[in-house]
Nanobody
Framework: QVQLVESGGGLVQAGGSLRLSCAAS????????MGWFHQAPGKEREFVAA????????NYADSVRGRFIISRDNAKNAVYLQMNSLKPEDTGVYYC???????????????????WGQGTQVTVSS
């Protein structure tokens, strides 16, 4: 069992940066691929980024590639999302997710993840 708690959200101006953190509990955290999803107001949750269990493999949505960086620290049971050059369309709730398996090309699917955090709100003003 893995429990996920996000933090680091807030209000930021367009062009600014935020760093989201996700604290994970559970003995098997270091073996689980992790990721982030974004839900804009009135829209479905969308994939943002994923990182493999060792941190060496990453995957990004086209909309954030080059602006966001996902990383993890297995010693701290944590995964991070560094968000740079933020845009108003990045506004929404960001969810930390975990799965026992790296599914390659299906990591963008919400159904690939077994564990979800409660989410943290990010608001980007124009």
């Amino acid at each position: 069992q893995v429990q996920l708690v996000e933090s680091g959200g807030g209000l930021v101006q367009a062009g600014g940066s935020l760093r989201l953190s996700c604290a994970a509990s559970g003995r098997t955290f270091s073996s689980y691929p992790m990721g982030w999803f974004h839900q804009a107001p009135g829209k479905e949750r969308e994939f943002v980024a994923a990182v493999g269990s060792s941190g060496s493999v990453t995957n990004y949505a086209d909309s954030v590639r080059g602006r966001f960086i996902i990383s993890r620290d297995n010693a701290k049971n944590a995964v991070y999302l560094q968000m740079n050059s933020l845009k108003p369309e990045d506004t929404g709730v960001y969810y930390c997710v975990a799965t026992p398996y790296w599914t390659g090309g299906r990591m963008w699917l919400s159904s690939s993840y077994d564990y979800w955090g409660q989410g943290t709100q990010v608001t980007v003003s124009s």
